[in-house]
């Protein structure tokens, strides 16, 4: 077995790297104090000259470099901005540090196959930064709203004494409006009466519709499938006018049975698929060999399939209790004042009264939206174990 020796990387090569990230964290800082191109060439000239001192004189000692990073930024951060300041210098200081050496010493090429060129190394490392930088992009508005929520001002902004960490500054006081204003409670009250009997219904009729559907024999099953899921694809606001002009004919606009149909009909296209995707995995001869057991349908759907599917019917099920929990633009047409979801509360409160709960109301959704995900996740691993797709 031979080994792959990492060859250290010249200083003109991780320099310029280097520099590129720096030029990239400047034009944030740049942009933010009014001049985003000085924020570029100050970027890419400072990280690329510590990266080229650094180099030079700690290549062999490369923890004492890395400290030195850390020390310099955090430094230049407290001086800076304070505490929130010294704060973003360690980050910044850390991973400035940890990537010019990891440049330096060629261990970005450990995994990678030795054979792979400089272009296959490029792309490799540069889609997973595009694809880190999406991620950035998607969650920082979550990211933002979270630590706003225990604003003690009655402010969409961070306050001075928020970013200097001052715990004067901080404050529960938009949780405790929440739970303790009747119109937020009668509104959280509302979602928890429609979103579970929408989800029931939604994991109803979409389990069924997903077993029909995978039946080989059912003519036109493309075309069934197409319609059942085009809630997904056609735009919601489309979907709302219709529901509403439908609803006002046969009585059921503003009635709370009319937002469970709603919501229900939103979810079903999520069990559809989730339920499909189980079944592609699903042994038919079980329900055969049930059959020629004495085994009528019903017993054998619910002692042979379902166990087998059941990851899937509850990861379409939470999937539908989401859609229905945050949804706003549907209850809106279809329903009334005594129908006033939790989303739509909050949006009543931008639109009205810009009520700062609206952060708490949102931090506590983001948190129930993160536990029901990793559930799914947890769920769709046990799915896999079951179907012999991955080792137990």
Do not use: C
Not at 134 to 160: E, G, K, R
């Amino acid at each position: 077995m031979s080994l792959v020796v990492i060859e250290p990387k010249p200083v003109s090569f991780a320099a310029p790297v280097v520099a590129a990230f720096g030029a990239f964290f400047g034009l944030f800082f740049g942009t933010a104090q009014g001049s985003g191109l000085l924020g570029i060439v100050l970027g890419a000239v400072i990280a690329g000259a510590l990266a080229y001192g650094a180099i030079l004189l700690f290549r062999d000692n490369e923890k004492v470099g890395k400290w030195l990073f850390l020390a310099l930024f955090a430094v230049v951060g407290f001086a800076l901005k304070g505490i929130s300041g010294g704060v973003m210098g360690l980050l910044l200081g850390y991973f400035f540090g940890h990537v010019t050496f990891w440049l330096a010493s060629g261990r970005y090429r450990t995994a990678l196959p030795p054979y792979a060129t400089p272009a296959q190394v490029l792309w490799h490392y540069a889609f997973r930064t595009i694809a880190g930088a999406i991620l950035v992009f998607l969650i920082t508005p979550i990211l933002v709203v979270m630590p706003l929520s225990f604003n003690a001002q009655n402010f969409f902004t961070f306050t001075p004494e928020m970013l200097s960490f001052d715990p004067a500054g901080y404050s529960l006081k938009h949780y405790r409006d929440f739970f303790t204003n009747s119109d937020w409670q009668q509104a959280l009250w509302n979602s928890l009466r429609i979103a579970p009997m929408a989800t029931i219904l939604s994991v109803g009729f979409g389990t069924l519709a997903a077993i029909g559907l995978s039946q080989p024999h059912v003519p036109f099953r493309r075309a069934i499938m197409a319609i059942l899921i085009s809630p997904m694809i056609v735009p919601l606001i489309i979907s709302a006018a219709g529901m509403y002009f439908f609803y006002s004919r046969i009585g059921l606009q503003g009635t709370y049975l009319g937002v469970v149909l709603a919501h229900a009909a939103l979810g079903i296209p999520f069990v559809i698929i989730t339920v499909t995707a189980t079944l592609v995995g699903f042994d038919n001869s079980l329900t055969r060999a049930a059959a020629n057991m004495g085994a009528n349908p019903v017993t054998t759907f619910f002692r042979v399939q379902m166990p087998l599917i059941l990851p899937g019917v509850i990861s379409g099920g939470l999937f539908a209790f989401i859609t229905s929990f945050d949804e706003v633009v549907v209850v809106l047409f279809v329903g009334s004042a005594g129908q006033k979801t939790l989303p739509w509360q909050m949006f009543i409160g931008l639109r009205e009264q810009i009520s700062p709960t609206i952060l708490a109301v949102a931090t506590i959704l983001v948190g129930i939206s993160i536990l029901l995900l990793a559930t799914v996740e947890l769920l769709r691993r046990r799915s896999e174990r079951l179907r012999g797709l991955s080792p137990g």
